[in-house]
């Protein structure tokens, strides 16, 4: 399994950004992916998740700013980031459940992680 993001980079407070994970070996729909986050100093956070139905989680922080969504044709997971903030700076990362798993914001749901993209709100 291979999880390439991309997306990342260098915006101002109010800004806009969208990442993208491509899944190589791994059938995005077939079961739960997520976004984490890392801030330097910070412990990794589940920023979202989204199972295999559609049902989609967020941290409280990012609720009504933030989308997770699947592209099950280019088998690619998204996060588009709105009205992006300051506390928002960290290295983002993609990860992947295995078939059957549960799912949700619990890094331990997850057997398969990107090699993230950093997001800088400045």
């Known amino acids: 399994v291979q999880l390439v993001e991309s997306g990342g980079g260098l915006v101002q407070p109010g800004g806009s950004l969208r990442l993208s994970c491509a899944a190589s070996?791994?059938?995005?729909?077939?079961?739960?992916m997520g976004w984490f986050r890392q801030a330097p100093g910070k412990a990794r956070e589940g920023v979202a998740a989204?199972?295999?139905?559609?049902?989609?989680r967020y941290i409280d922080s990012v609720k009504g700013r933030f989308t997770i969504s699947k592209d099950n044709a280019k088998n690619t997971l998204y996060l588009q980031m709105n009205n992006l903030k300051h506390e928002d700076t960290a290295m983002y990362y993609c990860?992947?459940?295995?078939?059957?798993?549960?799912?949700?914001?619990?890094?331990?749901?997850?057997?398969?992680w990107g090699q993230g993209t950093q997001v800088t709100v400045s």
């Open positions: 989204i199972d295999s139905a559609g049902w989609t």
């Open positions: 070996r791994y059938t995005v729909s077939s079961a739960c």
């Open positions: 990860a992947a459940a295995p078939v059957g798993a549960g799912c949700g914001l619990n890094k331990d749901y997850f057997t398969h």
